[in-house]
């Protein structure tokens, strides 16, 4: 999988396999809400090593300090986000 983001990169994706799935998904801790007016009050623990791990386990290639550091926190948290459709497909999907 290839993910192109707003700043122009490209970011590529391995395979995931379940073990690293699994890892990913134990090391993200979200605390899903809304307050009384419907507004979104999710929040996220730790949410720059959780990222860095996400990255670490998924990239396609240099996973280095060097390279992670080289893209921005917004270029980390848009490969974040498509990751997330990525792993967590059918986790919330009844089985047939």
């Given amino acids: 999988m290839d993910i192109k983001l707003k700043s122009g990169k490209k970011i590529k994706i ?5 073990d690293d799935r699994d890892s990913m998904l134990d090391c993200h801790d979200m605390k899903y ?13 730790a949410p720059h090593s959780t990222i860095t791990k996400w990255l670490r386990l998924s990239l396609d ?8 550091m080289s893209l921005s926190m917004e270029d980390r ?3 974040f986000a ?6 967590v497909v059918g986790e919330d999907n009844a089985s047939d």
Wanted: hydrophobic share 25%; aromatic share 2%; charged share 45%.
């Fill in 14 to 18: 391995k395979e995931i396999s379940l």
């Fill in 33 to 45: 809400g809304k307050d009384d007016k419907g507004e979104d009050t999710s929040t996220m623990k």
């Fill in 61 to 68: 290639g240099d996973s280095s300090d060097k390279f992670i």
């Fill in 77 to 79: 948290g848009e490969v």
């Fill in 82 to 87: 498509e990751l997330m459709k990525h792993v």
